[in-house]
């Protein structure tokens, strides 16, 4: 079994930066396709971006790229998403995600997700 336990949220404002990590526990965790979504109040969740097992592939979902990065470090079992020039837009609930199975190039399916964070509350104000 794998747990996600995601840190990091809190208020900023418009403009400004934050730093998610999503700590790792568990078996075989290095071997997990891991990634972001994040939920709006109101909204369905939506993909934000991805990185494969080893850190050297990366997605993004076109609403943050340039402005989000994801990475990890497998040694220290954390992933992290530094998110610059934040919107009010941005402003959700971020989940971390892991996947045996999927690619980062599946990841954006959030269907069948192998195992979930229960997230932190990011709130850009305007």
């Known amino acids: 079994q794998v747990q996600l336990v995601e840190s990091g949220g809190g208020l900023v404002q418009a403009g400004g930066s934050l730093r998610l990590s999503c700590a790792v526990s568990?078996?075989?965790?290095?071997?997990?396709?891991m990634g972001w979504f994040r939920q709006a109040p109101g909204k369905e969740r939506e993909y934000v971006a991805a990185?494969?097992?080893?850190?050297?592939?990366?997605n993004y979902a076109d609403s943050v790229k340039g402005r989000f990065t994801i990475s990890r470090d497998n040694a220290k079992n954390t992933m992290s998403l530094q998110m610059d020039s934040l919107k009010p837009e941005d402003t959700a609930v971020y989940y971390c995600?892991?996947?045996?199975?999927?690619?980062?190039?599946?990841?954006?399916?959030?269907?069948?997700?192998?195992?979930w964070g229960k997230g932190t509350l990011v709130t850009v104000s305007s």
């Open positions: 990185i494969s097992t080893s850190g050297g592939n990366t």
């Open positions: 568990g078996r075989t965790r290095s071997s997990l396709t």
């Open positions: 995600a892991a996947d045996y199975q999927k690619t980062i190039a599946t990841m954006n399916y959030p269907v069948g997700m192998d195992y």
